[in-house]
């Protein structure tokens, strides 16, 4: 069966210090990736998604990168952190051409930068 | 105007009353229809998907399509504490600019919490 990991659970992070959240997918191979961030308000904010590896696609400008060094790796970076970064990360992934299933996501990662 | 929108509630309900949750949605496009539970502090979980028009069942849920009001509903019969969580409706077409990577379009999700 498929499963997906992400670490850490929560970071605390100062302002201007470096972030990196990794996410990785078993069970299957050529996955779709995706990072997500959740506000407080409730809403899934679409970050980056990835179809193939070294292949990614930005949502929104932001302070924020991603890579996909291996293809059931998925890393979420940021050199210097702000304090908008703050929020609740998610990594998904779905099987490629399968649009009907969704997704599914890992546990999250809560970040506060201070 | 929103892709899709979902009343952000808060609901409050007694044990074992039957939830309505609801969302619309504008873009004719979407195909592929889903519904996810998030319990406070985690990942979503994806309770339902349905494709077609109608109703599907699952045990307590019940989720319902009606595409031409383009109108998304899931329905939770027999309440229990443990339903409490964030209900998400999220949907998606076949393809996306040539893409092909499925982008889901999420509502806001509704808080539910039913106390006994």
């Known amino acids: 069966s498929q499963t997906i990991h992400q670490w850490p659970a929560t970071l605390v992070q100062p302002v201007g210090s470096p972030l990196s959240l990794e996410c990785t997918v078993e069970g299957t191979s050529n996955p779709n990736l995706y990072w997500y961030r959740q506000a407080a308000g409730r809403g899934l904010q679409l970050l980056f998604y990835?179809?193939?590896?070294?292949?990614i696609s930005s949502e929104v400008p932001q302070n924020l990168s991603a890579s996909r060094p291996q293809d059931r790796q998925f890393i979420l970076s940021s050199k210097k952190l702000l304090l908008s970064d703050s929020g609740f990360y998610l990594c998904a992934w779905s099987v490629h051409g399968l649009y009907e299933r969704g997704y599914t996501f890992g546990s999250g990662t809560r970040l506060t930068v201070v | 105007q929103k892709e899709v929108e979902q009343d952000p509630g808060p609901l409050s309900v007694p044990e074992g009353a039957i939830v309505s949750l609801n969302c619309t949605y504008s873009n004719s496009a979407f195909q592929y229809f889903m519904w996810y539970r998030q319990y406070s502090r985690k990942g979503p979980e994806l309770l339902m998907y349905?494709?077609?028009?109608g109703n599907k069942e699952d045990g307590r849920f019940t989720a319902q399509v009606d595409k031409s009001s383009k109108y998304i509903s899931l329905f939770i019969r027999d309440s229990q504490p443990s339903d409490s969580a964030t209900y998400l409706c999220?949907?998606?077409?076949?393809?996306?600019?040539?893409?092909?990577?499925?982008?889901?379009?999420f509502g806001q999700g509704t808080i539910l919490t039913v106390h006994p």
């Open positions: 349905t494709y077609s028009s």
């Open positions: 990835s179809v193939g590896i070294g292949q």
């Open positions: 999220a949907m998606s077409h076949p393809e996306t600019g040539g893409t092909s990577y499925g982008k889901l379009t």
